[in-house]
Structures are given as C-alpha cells and as structure tokens.
C-alpha cells in the first residue's frame, strides 16, 4: 500500500537515475545533453499520468499523503518541469554547449516539490524543500563562466540557507508545543486543548517566514531580482514555476490542515503579506530598465494576488489560489521563453529597450508577448483574468474589502509597466533584429500564448479540477 | 552523583564551544571542537542515549573533525582577514541574536507542551527495545520514503559539486591504456647511425619522429616547438 501511494515519485526517482547514469557513460564525442532532455521529459509525461491515476490515501506512518489537492499541485509541478526542460534545449552557456545536468537537476528538484506536495509530516516538509531548493542553488549558478550567475547562485544559497533554518526553528517550536509533526496529529491536538499556546504561534510566525522567503513575498523577497536576472533563463523560468507552486501546496495545506483552527490568528498575518507584496511588487517594478528584473518583481505582485485566496480561508479562495497560480504558471513560462529568444549574434539581450520595434522585425514573438503581458495584468478574456476574478471574488465573499480595494489599485499600477512593453514593442523605433527562434522556444511560446489567450475554453475542467483539490483540502 | 557529572559536561562543553569561536589558531579551534563532541557525547550517555553517543564519537571525531582538521592545515587560512568585518558586523550580529535569544526566553517561560497530546498515537520505544533498535526500526522501516529521499539530497549536493567545479582540460594527461598497448616503437623512436664519435648536432639535433605529434596526447607535444638540441642542453 505505501509503495503505491508514491509510485509516481519513485518512478520520476528511478527514472532520474537511469538518465544520470546515461549522461554519464556516453562517449566524449557525443555531447548527451539533447538526448538527456528529451529523456527527462518523457520522464515527467509518464510520472503525469501515473500522477492522474494515483490512488487516495496517506502512507509510510503519516509522512506521505495523496489526495486531490496533491495530485492537482503535482500534476502542475510536473508541467513546470516539462516546460522549462523543453526551454533548456535550446540553452547555450557563456562557455557554449548545454550539459546533461541541467535537465537532471530539474528533474530531481521536481522530486522535491511532489514530496513537498504530498507532505503530512513537518519532515517531509523540509525534506522536499530541501531538495527541490539545493537542486535549484546549483541550477543558478550553472552558467559558472558567467559572473552573474555565480552570484545569483551564491546569494540564494546564502539566504536561501538563512530561510532554511527559519523553517526548521518553526518546525521545532510547533514540535516542541504541539507535541507532534504530523499534521493530521496536530489537528486533534490543537482542537482537544482548546487553542495553541504562544510558543506555538511564534513557531507558525517562522513557518509562515521560511516558506514566504521561498515564495518571494515581501518582506522577505530581497534575494528576488538578482537571482531571477542572474540564472540563465530556462532556470529563471523553472524557478518561477514549479518551486513556488509547490511552496503554495505546503504553506495552503499547513495553513488550512493543522493550523486550520487557528485560522483568525494567521489571517492578518497572511493577509499583510499579501498587501505589501502586491504594492511592492507593482511600484518597484516601474523603474526597472532590464526585463527579468521587471518580471521578477512583477513575480512578488502575483505571489500577493496568489496569497489573497489564502487571505479569506475559505474552500472558494483556494480554488481562486490553485487557479491563479494554473494561470500564472502557463503565462510565467510564455514571457520566459520570449526572453529566451531575445538574442543577438548569439548574445543573450535582456533589456526592456531591446524590444522597441519588435512588432515589425518580429511580428509573431511581439504578438505572444503582448498576449502575456495583457494576461499579467488582467485583461479578459486571457487566463490572468480569470485567476485575478476569483481571488477577488473569494475576498469579496470573505468580507477583505480592504485588501480587495488595495488588490485593484496595485493592479492599475502594475497595468502601466505591462502596457509599456507592449508600447516599446510597437510604437518605439526598431532595434536589430533578433537571431531566429530555436524550434523549443517558437513552441513554447506558441503554445503558451495559445493557452493563455484561449483559456477560456479549458476554464470549466480546470475550475472544477481546483474545487475538487480544494474540498480535499478543508473538507 | 549524575548532577555533579552533568555540570561538569556541560561546562567543559560550554567553554570548548566558546574557545572554537575564540581561538586565534584555527588548529586549535578544531582540537576544542573535538573536546567539545567528547562532552557532548557525555550528555548523550547521561540522558540514555548511547547509541547518539556513539555515533558522535564514531562519525564527528572519529571521521568529520578529523578531516576538518586536516582542510584547515592544509589550507592557507588567514584568521585576520576573516575577522576583518567583526567589528562592523558584532553589534547587529548580536543585536540579532539578543533579540532571538529573548525570544526564546519567553518562548520557554511559558512552555506547556499541548494538553491534549495524548489524544493522538505516537512512535515510541516498544518495551524492552535498545535504543539503536528503536531508531533502526524508525528510520529503514517507518520513514524509509525520508530516508532515501535525503540520499537524494546528497546525491544532488554531490552532482552540484561536480557541475560547478570540474574542467575537463584538453590538456590534461591521462592514462590511456589501448594507446599505450598499441604503441610501437617506431612512433616513439628514430635510431640513427651516426659515425664515431659525432654527434647528431649536423643532424639538426634531437629529433622526434614526426608522427609523434599523433600519438602523443593532445595538446602535450608541439611538433613546430623549437628542438632542443644538444648544445642548449648542455649548458
């Protein structure tokens, strides 16, 4: 029974071997890289569909659980995955040439956030963080010819660690006055005595600082910029996507589990986060110059639009959060693979004045950009809007008007910093002309753009698939 | 009897401690570090747990300081330059860490583990079980997911260590055995007869065959290199 409950991961784990030991033994000659890539991907599509036919329940003496909620927040890890391994193919180091790591490495990372997903113990918890986060250190400085990348890589290590063993200070706290790690255990406990005791709260209070520095909310979102422009694309765009949904997997599932009784005590807490996340995250932003920067700010914005559902703790501000962070990991993918192919003479070019005149050197790369950049900020009927639409209307229905007017205005602000792309992309004179698209990048950003724009026609199957995951969670 | 023992533990393991931090000699902050894991150990005996004792012995002394030891002689550490920023950085430093410590404080003055903890089951120690068994069956039987999953962890640290740092070098020299076996003299050597008592300086000087260029490893012999010859080398 244990080993069926997490098949998929022990599939994905073996697979990530097999694919280790494959780039390894080839020839000098032959650079395993593409064929490592490609491995890793079907990896992650046959782990997809044992992920969808995974059966119910909790395993290894409470430590693993699957549910509804595990298996929607794995299945979208895994296309994070697959996306940003798809966008590897066509990375090219400061030293040229791809290496099989980065396609392993992402792969074992993403062992780590469906652990983190499934987690019903604190220790899986930080096992699974631990994982998907030292995978995602190394990715950061992976370019190592390259100045910025070590850097980004050293400083999310560094604070990343700091992050860590705030965590683990919370995680003791909580196991030094609940008496127990295992959620469901902590449940009973804190219902039985009536309340949790201060020590307690002061462990939730570093839980909840531990895993907002993973998810770059402020105040702990310094590290944001500079590791998002440093990393080479493909690792930003992972970065982005798959860890941060999996942090929201644990910070939903502790919050509405375990702490679940507690819910009027983390609330303003949470909900504070969300405010200066979103104000920050679209003020800041407005005087960026370099298009990575601008999105790793505009990421801080979207993970306090994300926490807004959290904020009402209610089954419907979950659904809005899976949602949203559905949408925003589609939408995250297609601008990342957009900077991707902003190279000239083979030079990666990252500022935003790079795009002038995009609309006519390259039509069809300035028309999917200006798809995701109307779908960041909001405009029916691309995806953003209608994860936008309901975390509003869960904190409409939750009665946070405040935070629901301060989610509106943020959102016009951040309005005028999307709108500029498109403006430098259309009406600013033309720069050079970009190298042409690799085939993976014109795909991506074909597919997403195509995803983004008509996710109208899949948002019944996937609202439903987030109410499911939603009633697992609280009901 | 065991509270004398204790004190004495724990004192010498608090002042070892403070002396790792404080030594100006980095060998002897990794000496009283091993001090340090010796009364640790101690502690670990006091309170019954003797198989942690062990194993702090057997892997902290025994194998981690040990290596600490032999990192920190070998590498040129200049304790000076590190302690360069202690003066900027001490009052934060530990303006941060009063603040935590305080926290603490209050955080223990009020410790009262959840009342109704014995409501929900808990892994423990069966009757009449050692405690190394006990921790055996938890960690290869119950949280064996946990377990293996950490080795990835390692596995990953390890990939990352190799990603960062190798540099396969064209240059480097390595042993290739079939090259080696399929070597023949010929590629190697040129004999050539030379009269009595002359030397090969007429001949151009020493010389290598020119296909030596193909069989030698890449990049370690230049066929256009200026030739020694015998005169230079003599001087």
Redesign the interface.
Known sequence: M?WII?FPELVL?LCGLVI?TVGVVQK?STNPFAACSMLTIAAFAITGFLVTVSPDGS???H??VNDGFARFMKVLSLIGGALATIMTLSYRGTSGGG?F?LP??IL??T??TM?MASSDNM??LF??L??SS??I??LC??D?DSVVSSES?LKYFILGSLASGLLLYGIS?TY?????M?Y??IR??????GG?????M?GIVFLIAGLAFKLSAVPFHMWTPDVYQGAPTPVTAYLAGAPKIATFALILRIMAGPFGALAPQWQLLIEMISVLSMVFGSLAAIPQTNIKRLMAYSSIGHMGYALMGLAAATPGGIRGTLVYLTTYLFMNVGVFAGIAAMRRKGHETTDIADLSGLGRTSPGLALMMAIFMFSMLGMPPTAGFFGKLMVFSAAYGAGLYGLLAIGAITSAIGAYYYLRIVKVMYFDASAPAFDTRSPSLAFLSVSMGIVTALFVLVLGPVTSAAQAAASALIG | MTALVFYVFATILVLSATMVISARNPVHSVLFLILGFFNAAGLFLLAGAEFLAMLLIIVYVGAVAVLFLFVVMMLDIRVSEAREGLQRYAPFGAAVGAVLFAELILAFGHWRIAPAIDAVPHLGQAAGETNTAALGDLIYTHYVLLFQACGLVLLVAMIGAIVLTLRERPTGRRQDIERQHARTVADTLELRRLPLGRSVRELGGFARPTSYSEAAAKGSYDPHAPVLSDESRGE
């Open positions: 244990n997490a784990t280790l000098k395993g290894y003496e430590v693993f290496r790591e392993v490495l074992f990372s062992i780590g652990l220790m899986t096992v699974g631990e994982l030292l995978a250190y190394i400085a992976f190592r890589g706290l030094g006055y609940g008496g127990t295992e469901g255990a009973t406990v804190l219902i039985q005595s949790a005791s201060l020590g307690l002061l």
